[in-house]
């Protein structure tokens, strides 16, 4: 598969690279960032670190204003951005031009309905294709983490649990947590997998917890201030959900912490310490 550099920054004695490349599983062009720290250019292959960015994002966002770079360069972790949907002129957007669903909006899931099928299969892009080209195309190893925020947070934590095995740590940062139960996520889920709720349980982390094959610990930050809080993340749901199955759960609610990349870049160091740990950095 070609890549096509976009653009190449230093930072912090690695570099940040931004890709081009055709997607077989979102039949359109995408685009993606991966940070490689200097031990990169030491040989041998390093862990590395998926970050799903949220609503009316792209990879910038994170690598951008979330202050990651400095402590993955400590560590010796690569980070991984992709956009947060399919994109181009051939991708069905909202029809209404709202920025909730469409450009922007893949949830991370595999829609089912037309006309969305053919491009929003964010999942199958996040979980099979990206890593296979990245792990044929970068001194990375198999030990793969993800963390992503708001609807990356929902996106990693359903990527996860769908998948039991494919990752050896999990982080979020106020995601979607029912999104079957919340204004984003009934709007997303009718479009795109039709109006069956029982078909909206596959994508829905209070579901998947209650049938998880996998105990693997969640690490979850939520900011008491956010204006989403109660209305569309949901976190009381997902803290039950865990707790009726005793699935390890630490979810922090930061006093004060509003829903943007000021509150991530606070605690970022603490996810990127907890992805380490288990990768054995």
Partial sequence: MTLELLSSQKS???????????SASLNCDMVFAVYLPPQAEQ?????????????????????????????????????VAPDTSPRGAEVPGDPDGAWDFGHGAGFYLNATEEPWARHYRMHDYVVHELP???????????????????MGGHGALVCALRN????????AFAPIANPSNCPWGEKAF???????RERWKGWD?????AEAEERLPILVDQGDADGFLVEQLRHEAMQAAAAA?????????????????????SFIDDHLRHHAAALNL
């Avoid at 039991?164 to 982080?171: D, E, H, K």
């Avoid at 199955?245 to 870049?265: D, N, S």
Wanted: proline share 5%; net charge positive.
């Fill in 12 to 22: 912090f004695g690695g570099w940040h690279n931004r890709y081009r490349h055709r």
């Fill in 43 to 79: 040989g041998g292959r390093l862990p590395v670190l998926y970050w799903l960015s949220g609503l009316t994002c792209t990879d910038e966002n994170f690598m951008q204003k979330a202050g990651a770079h400095r402590l993955a360069a400590e560590l010796g972790l690569v980070l």
């Fill in 132 to 150: 296979t080209l990245v792990e044929a195309g970068f001194p990375v190893n198999e030990r793969r983490g993800i963390s992503g925020h708001s």
């Fill in 164 to 171: 039991p095995g494919r990752y050896r740590s999990l982080s």
């Fill in 190 to 196: 009718s479009r795109y997998l039709g109006g069956d």
């Fill in 205 to 209: 982390t209070c579901a998947l917890l």
């Fill in 245 to 265: 199955v005793g699935h390890p759960l630490t979810l922090r609610l930061q006093p004060g912490y509003e829903h943007g990349y000021y509150f991530i870049a």
